[in-house]
């Protein structure tokens, strides 16, 4: 299996920047697109952007020009680097990825991290 492990949430005021990482482990996986999502206080988990094993990237619309995702497939770790932060980015985010193990390559599971917190206020 593929365990996640999202980190680098935290308290930021507007205007400021946070970097979050997201951490795959295990053994005898391909993972092909990785992605972020975001979930608010009373609203359904959203899509922040993804990014495939080659890299390619799409992001939602309101989040882009401020947040850049980027991965290093070497130590299976994907990044969310977020400027310029408003009060409506408060919210948890997880990172989640599709992924197949090596003896069972027709198979395709989605794994999902715990979430970190980010809390943007003055």
């Known amino acids: 299996q593929v365990q996640l492990v999202e980190s680098g949430g935290g308290l930021v005021q507007p205007g400021g920047s946070l970097t979050l990482t997201c951490a795959a482990s295990?053994?005898?996986?391909?993972?092909?697109?990785m992605g972020w999502y975001r979930q608010a206080p009373g609203n359904y988990r959203e899509l922040i952007g993804s990014i495939s094993n080659d890299g390619d990237v799409n992001y939602k619309d309101s989040v882009k020009g401020r947040f850049t995702i980027s991965r290093d497939n070497a130590k299976n770790t994907m990044y969310l680097q977020m400027n310029s932060l408003k009060p409506d980015d408060t919210a948890i985010y997880s990172c989640?990825?599709?992924?197949?193990?090596?003896?069972?390559?027709?198979?395709?599971?989605?794994?999902w991290g715990q979430g970190t917190q980010v809390t943007v206020s003055s």
């Open positions: 295990g053994s005898g996986f391909s993972i092909t697109t």
């Open positions: 989640n990825c599709y992924a197949s193990r090596n003896d069972r390559p027709k198979w395709l599971y989605e794994y």
